[in-house]
């Protein structure tokens, strides 16, 4: 499915109903927008770890603009404004009066993004293994000075800092050489971790790590979240490191943070019953 909205397209996908039979009658679940990482990931991840939460919510998996199957436009336009404001578009196309969402690694920033500017819009929030600034990014370099190897250090040196991706490939064979940073379970769940069907936009993550990603600063802005907010970090994430969210639970009023040990940046899959059993739980609670 497409939204036509703000002179593109908006590939989503849904899973779970938000009208449930349960016993003799039905119950009203919450529609939980699902927006993923990179920039210039997809929402097939999601598929892969979390379709589990459709028990507890409606799901709807987004794909931000140019990334998976949205349509392709200028990479100029691959922006956190444009993300943020597309969120608010979808919510208004889909006829919804108020939603939750859950934000990974760039979707959670541009979920806070979302929250801080439509809060009267929003239940609820779930921050998974994201960060609040710009700051992210020199305590990643630092970090995977002292842990990533050589060969890692030199591509995410030579492509990531830069964004300087020149295809699809590319960006393919970047994860798989950074594979043991991401994920503390590298082996175990590599098919798990790496689709063959994720469609990935260099031009997204190369618009992001070259421009706006490098001085965004919500930090400032973060007590103006009023909803119920879960923050998820790994301990060993080696790209958005706990410190950040941190910060984040500290900022926002009303969240509540969890750091899982022996986890990385594949939080949903390092630890993937605690993470369905976190979320789930704090989808239940009566605000």
């Known amino acids: 499915m497409k ?8 590939y989503f996908d849904i899973a779970g109903m938000q009208l449930a039979p349960v016993g003799s009658g039905f119950v009203e679940r919450p529609v939980l927008f699902m927006l993923h990482g990179g920039p210039g990931g997809d929402h097939l991840r999601f598929k892969q770890h979390s379709l589990e939460l459709q028990n507890s919510a409606q799901l709807v998996f987004i794909d931000h603009r140019g ?7 200028k990479q100029s336009n691959y922006t956190l404004e444009n993300n943020i404001e597309d969120i608010e578009a979808l919510r208004k196309h889909l006829g919804l009066k108020r939603i939750c969402i859950l934000g990974t690694s760039y979707g959670g920033m541009v979920a806070q993004g979302y929250a801080i500017r439509y809060a009267k819009n929003i239940d609820k929030l779930v921050l998974v293994v994201t960060a609040p600034s710009y700051r992210f990014i020199d305590e990643a370099k630092r970090y995977v000075q002292e842990h990533g190897s050589p060969k890692q250090i030199a591509y995410i040196n030579k492509y990531l800092w830069s964004g300087s991706f020149k295809n699809h490939k590319q960006v393919q064979r970047f994860f798989e050489v950074t594979a043991s940073l991401y994920s503390a379970t590298t082996r175990k769940n590599a098919k798990k971790r790496f689709s063959q069907s ?6 997204a993550l190369n618009q992001g790590f070259k421009h706006f990603l490098r001085d965004f600063d919500f930090i400032p802005h973060l007590k103006k979240i009023s909803c119920p907010t879960l923050v998820l ?3 060993d994430d080696w790209i958005c490191r706990p410190d950040q969210s941190k910060i984040i639970a500290k ?3 009303h969240a509540n ?10 939080i949903a899959v390092d630890a993937h019953e605690r993470y369905i059993k976190l979320i789930k739980t704090f989808l239940s609670e009566k605000e």
């Open 251 to 253: 900022e926002i009023p």
């Open 198 to 203: 994720t469609v990935w936009s260099y031009e």
């Open 233 to 235: 970090a790994g301990q």
């Open 257 to 266: 943070l969890h750091i899982l040990k022996k986890c990385g940046h594949a």
């Open 67 to 73: 990334c998976g199957r949205s349509k392709k436009t």
């Open 3 to 10: 939204a036509a909205i703000r002179g593109t397209e908006l």
